[in-house]
């Protein structure tokens, strides 16, 4: 589990700091999802939910000069470091705001998309609810999100890594919170959405790569995601035994001079 106030803070100041990485283990699936966001074609202005350091909203602004982009996030980190990466697109704004209250109703969005960014509402049917309340008429919507675990290499590995209780609700905010795709579909038609559809789509998650892959590997898990919560839940032997065991895990998973693993996500289109 994710939730907000960790957004806001720790977990949104290392998403920060780690910007390159994290576009780098998305680079594949981003590729899929601005590919399958072009189908949109006819837009006057798109919302980025959860838009981090700014990637995606960053590529559209420079393929849509004439579409107004704005990028929402709740982390004042992450906001920074996005507007610092996009201030030259005039037509790119970001904002510190949450996607369950936002609203902007004389500049409506006509599409929303988000990479990732909308597993983490405290109340998903509330969230998606305004997001429809707040989009023009006809507005669309297109994002990705993680499928299970069990198909998500580089979680489920270090997952087993350390010992741990399974999630008491799965549905609980974090990265698998939409692994269920019913799931999903229930949250968006009550909150207003119809032509829900599903595609699943597999791509190479890049963990490390560049002179020393294993090292840059290890650094990268050290801030980011699963292990990154072990590391600073651990202490003493168990810390030691669980680092000595990542750094196998990375080892087994390098290919051609890059740690890889198999990732699964679903990209989720909806329309108003
Ligand atoms: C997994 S990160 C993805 C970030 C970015 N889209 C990317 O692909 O790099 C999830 C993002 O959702 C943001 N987020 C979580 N809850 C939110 C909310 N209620 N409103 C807006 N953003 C939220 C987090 O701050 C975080 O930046």
């Given at each position: 589990?994710?939730?907000?106030?960790?957004?806001?803070?720790?977990?949104?100041?290392?998403?920060?700091?780690?910007?390159?990485?994290?576009?780098?283990?998305?680079?594949?699936?981003?590729?899929?999802?601005?590919?399958?966001?072009?189908?949109?074609?006819?837009?006057?202005?798109?919302?980025d939910i959860g838009c981090g350091a700014g990637e995606l909203s960053i590529e559209l602004a420079a393929a849509r000069p004439d579409t107004e982009v704005l990028g929402l996030d709740i982390s004042p980190d992450l906001i920074s470091a996005a507007s610092a990466r996009g201030s030259h697109h005039p037509n790119l704004r970001f904002a510190v705001a949450d996607a369950s209250t936002w609203s902007d109703l004389s500049s409506a969005p006509d599409l929303y998309v988000s990479r990732h960014g909308?597993?983490?509402?405290?109340?998903?049917?509330?969230?998606?609810?305004?997001?429809?309340?707040?989009?023009?008429?006809?507005?669309?919507?297109?994002?990705?999100?993680?499928?299970?675990?069990?198909?998500?290499?580089?979680?489920?590995?270090?997952?087993?890594?350390?010992?741990?209780?399974?999630?008491?609700?799965?549905?609980?905010?974090?990265?698998?919170?939409?692994?269920?795709?019913?799931?999903?579909?229930?949250?968006?038609?009550?909150?207003?959405?119809?032509?829900?559809?599903?595609?699943?789509?597999?791509?190479?998650?890049?963990?490390?790569?560049?002179?020393?892959?294993?090292?840059?590997?290890?650094?990268?898990?050290?801030?980011?995601?699963?292990?990154?919560?072990?590391?600073?839940?651990?202490?003493?032997?168990?810390?030691?035994?669980?680092?000595?065991?990542?750094?196998?895990?990375?080892?087994?998973?390098?290919?051609?001079?890059?740690?890889?693993?198999?990732?699964?996500?679903?990209?989720?289109?909806?329309?108003?």
């Open positions: 589990m994710t939730d907000k106030s960790e957004w806001q803070g720790q977990v949104g100041s290392s998403w920060a700091r780690q910007w390159q990485r994290t576009d780098r283990s998305f680079a594949p699936l981003t590729a899929i999802l601005l590919e399958r966001i072009s189908s949109f074609a006819d837009t006057r202005r798109i919302a909308v597993m983490f509402f405290d109340d998903p049917v509330a969230a998606f609810s305004n997001l429809h309340g707040s989009a023009a008429p006809r507005a669309s919507l297109v994002f990705s999100c993680f499928r299970s675990p069990s198909e998500n290499a580089w979680a489920s590995k270090i997952g087993a890594l350390v010992p741990s209780a399974p999630a008491a609700n799965p549905h609980a905010p974090g990265p698998f919170a939409f692994a269920d795709s019913a799931h999903v579909a229930g949250i968006l038609s009550a909150a207003g959405w119809g032509d829900i559809a599903f595609e699943p789509v597999d791509f190479d998650y890049v963990a490390g790569s560049g002179e020393d892959p294993i090292s840059d590997a290890l650094d990268f898990f050290g801030h980011i995601g699963p292990a990154a919560r072990a590391i600073r839940m651990l202490e003493g032997d168990a810390r030691k035994q669980f680092l000595d065991r990542l750094r196998m895990l990375a080892e087994s998973h390098l290919q051609q001079d890059k740690v890889r693993f198999s990732a699964a996500a679903w990209i989720v289109t909806a329309k108003k």
